[in-house]
């Protein structure tokens, strides 16, 4: 078992920028692979990055590519979203889910526990 609580999110305008944060406790951090997702009003869940157990192996969404980082810290049992060059469709609630596995994957059924999310707004 692990719980996850993300802190970081905020308003912003356009172009600025914002870093997540999710710290975890429980069970070894170093166990989970790591991803962030995101849910605007109205949309689905969807994929942001994700990192492998080690953080030798990150993925992004095409939308995010070049713009966003995920990192981690495991001796801090945290795990980091960098968002650069914001864009108002980055609008949404950001959350950060853990899995069993040894690299991070793009769907949300694979990950086994989640945070309770944080908002992040980025105005025109």
């Known amino acids: 078992q692990v719980q996850l609580v993300e802190s970081g999110g905020g308003l912003v305008q356009a172009g600025g920028a914002l870093r997540l944060s999710c710290a975890a406790t429980?069970?070894?951090?170093?166990?989970?692979?790591l991803g962030w997702f995101r849910q605007a009003p109205g949309k689905e869940r969807e994929f942001v990055a994700a990192?492998?157990?080690?953080?030798?192996?990150?993925y992004y969404a095409n939308s995010v590519k070049g713009r966003f980082t995920i990192s981690r810290d495991n001796a801090k049992n945290t795990v980091y979203l960098q968002m650069n060059s914001l864009k108002p469709e980055d609008t949404a609630v950001y959350y950060c889910?853990?899995?069993?596995?040894?690299?991070?994957?793009?769907?949300?059924?694979?990950?086994?526990?989640w945070g309770q999310g944080t908002q992040v707004t980025v105005s025109s």
């Open positions: 429980g069970r070894p951090f170093s166990s989970y692979a």
């Open positions: 889910a853990a899995r069993s596995g040894v690299v991070g994957t793009t769907t949300p059924e694979e990950y086994d526990y």
């Open positions: 990192i492998s157990r080690s953080g030798g192996m990150t």
